[in-house]
């Protein structure tokens, strides 16, 4: 059985930095899983697979070709129970707290049960929270919802603890695909204060720089997805 959020809560508690990668199934050529793996920064600690909108069968064969080739985590970041599959190691069993969506903060949730009990999957309940990165993205779009705005750092911060007192695990602070700005250091560190699970940050993240502002402002993990898509390997 994998440990993963036992692993991530000890790095948090060791202030030790994870670097997640992000696929997209339906971007990824499954036949060159090797040659991609190559290329992922040494400081990677997991895979992330996932997207909001993702072609039948194509998560579980991208799970597979990556597990085939790589002893790093892989943990499913779905757009949809459809997307759920056995092979990976854990699921990020997201509720998207930003939007007031019913089908996305329990529908979809409730729909994923019988195919998840049928896994050996790692489950770790995650409160997901979409800030406004200067862009529409694709979980605007399939969510039907609109992101928190940066200028209300309150009502993050209020969301993020309303997870936690509901039981996630961890916090996720997105500023969506392909975002024309991250999730600020400010409101980084106003959750990081205020909540005590760990906090993930992703979108928009394009640069070293970008990512050590992150760490220091106090994410313990961050993900990186279309830096990578567009091989723009930022870090060796």
Known sequence: ??????????????????????????????????EFLRKIPRQA???????????????EACVKALKAETQLPVILFPGDHSHITGAADAL????????????FLIGQQVRSVNKIRQTQLEIIPTGYILVDGGKECAVHHVSQTSPLSPKDPETIVNTALAGEYSGKGLVYLEAGSGAKFPVS???ISLVKKAISVPLIVGGGIRSAEALSEAYTAGADMVVVGTAFENEDFFLS
């Open 45 to 59: 600690t997991h895979i992330l697979v996932g997207g909001s909108r993702v072609e039948n069968g194509r998560t």
């Open 92 to 103: 990020f069993f997201l509720s998207l707290l930003s939007g007031r969506n019913p089908e």
């Open 1 to 34: 059985m994998s440990q993963v959020l036992t692993n991530i809560l000890k790095s948090a508690a060791a202030e030790e930095k994870l670097l997640a990668v992000l696929i997209d199934p339906d971007k990824f050529k499954t036949d060159s899983a090797s």
């Open 185 to 187: 250091a400010q409101i």
